[in-house]
């Protein structure tokens, strides 16, 4: 099973700036398996980039995904209010596992 | 425009099995396309896949999880269900059900990400 560590815990930032969310995996992800989630309280997940880089449908282009093999980032450019949520990484090289997720709180 | 819908009893007791059902509706659920699935989330923390169906009956189900889940799929009734038998209060979560693509890999047919959910239903065990 592929373990998902997900940092910082806590991004503390204020609109307007740039957020750098990272994933790292216990063994290589295969085709770059990787997905990340946005989630707001009370809601469920959305599902913003898979294949480590790809964005999904109606995804801001403020949203990139990069990386490959066992680490993996997340960039928001320009954050905007709405932003300000829980992130989660993904992986579905052989099974799936969700990171432990990190906050991105105003600052 | 597709959309999910958990159904189920809120409170289970200690030792009992929980029964959901998620009822898909504006898409086909014998989309080849895709597989259906189940993720929950224990209050205040993160989310764990649960297990994933399509509607041929084919399963992938958590490791940690596989000794106490069955999902079953209706594709009359355009749903598919989930049982988790011996239920603790770890098991105490938001129990989401989502639709779910799938990907030829190394590893055979994959499930992967996660697209559609529903809006998710809070379980407690007491």
């Known amino acids: 099973e592929i373990v998902l560590t997900q940092s910082p815990g806590t991004l503390s930032l204020s609109p307007g700036a740039r957020a750098t969310l990272s994933c790292g995996a216990s063994h290589r992800l295969t085709n770059n398996y990787l997905a990340w989630y946005q989630q707001k309280p009370g809601l469920a997940p959305r599902l913003l980039i898979y294949d480590a880089s790809t964005r999904a449908t109606d995804i801001p282009d403020r949203f990139s995904g990069s990386g490959s093999g066992t680490d993996f980032t997340l960039t928001i450019n320009r954050l905007e209010p709405e932003d300000f949520a829980v992130y989660y990484c993904?992986?579905?090289?052989?099974?799936?596992?969700f990171g432990q997720g990190t906050k991105v709180e105003i600052k | 425009q597709v959309h999910l819908q958990e159904s189920g009893p809120r409170l289970v007791k200690p030792s009992e099995t929980l029964s959901l059902t998620c009822i898909v509706s504006g898409d086909s659920i014998s989309d080849s396309r895709y597989y259906w699935g189940w993720v929950r989330q224990p209050p205040g923390r993160g989310l764990e896949w649960v297990a994933s169906?399509?509607?041929?009956?084919?399963?992938h189900y958590n490791p940690s999880l596989a000794s106490r889940v069955t999902m079953s799929v209706d594709t009359s009734q355009s749903q598919f269900s989930l049982e988790l038998t011996s239920m603790t209060g770890a098991d105490t979560a938001v129990y989401f059900c989502?639709?779910?693509?799938?990907?030829?890999?190394?590893?055979?047919?994959?499930?992967?990400?996660?697209?559609?959910w529903g809006q998710g239903t809070m379980i407690t065990v007491s």
């Open positions: 993904q992986s579905y090289a052989g099974s799936v596992s």
């Open positions: 989502a639709r779910q693509a799938w990907s030829f890999t190394g590893f055979g047919v994959t499930p992967t990400t996660f697209d559609v």
């Open positions: 169906i399509n509607h041929s009956g084919n399963t």
